[in-house]
Nanobody, 115 residues
Framework: QVQLVESGGGLVQPGGSLRLSCAAS????????MGWYRQAPGNQRELIAA???????NYADSVKGRFNISRDNAKTTVYLQMNSLKPEATAVYYC?????????WGQGTQVTVSS
């Protein structure tokens, strides 16, 4: 089993910044990649940013240039730095971890962008 623990969500004003963290623990031998998704009320869950085991990253067009995904040296913790946040970024953010056998999801952390 693998556990993903997210932190860093909260309330921020438009134009502000937040940093999300996701720590993976458990029976981890190989991680193909980790990423962040978000789901706003009434919308489907969408990929925001991802990083592969080799360090390649990709971003949704809506966040390019404002969000940055990174990880620690052990490659079991992933971060999402979110800058210049807009009200439409309000959603529950989920961490995702892809292993050879299956993928795992975190419990989600709420991000609210509002004045």
């Amino acid at each position: 089993q693998v556990q993903l623990v997210e932190s860093g969500g909260g309330l921020v004003q438009p134009g502000g910044s937040l940093r999300l963290s996701c720590a993976a623990s458990g029976s981890i031998f190989i991680i193909y990649g980790m990423g962040w998704y978000r789901q706003a009320p009434g919308n489907q869950r969408e990929l925001i940013a991802a990083i592969t085991s080799g360090g390649s990253t990709n971003y949704a067009d809506s966040v390019k240039g404002r969000f940055n995904i990174s990880r620690d040296n052990a490659k079991t913790t992933v971060y999402l730095q979110m800058n210049s946040l807009k009200p439409e970024a309000t959603a529950v953010y989920y961490c995702n971890c892809k292993l050879p056998a299956r993928e795992y999801w975190g419990q989600g952390t709420q991000v609210t962008v509002s004045s």
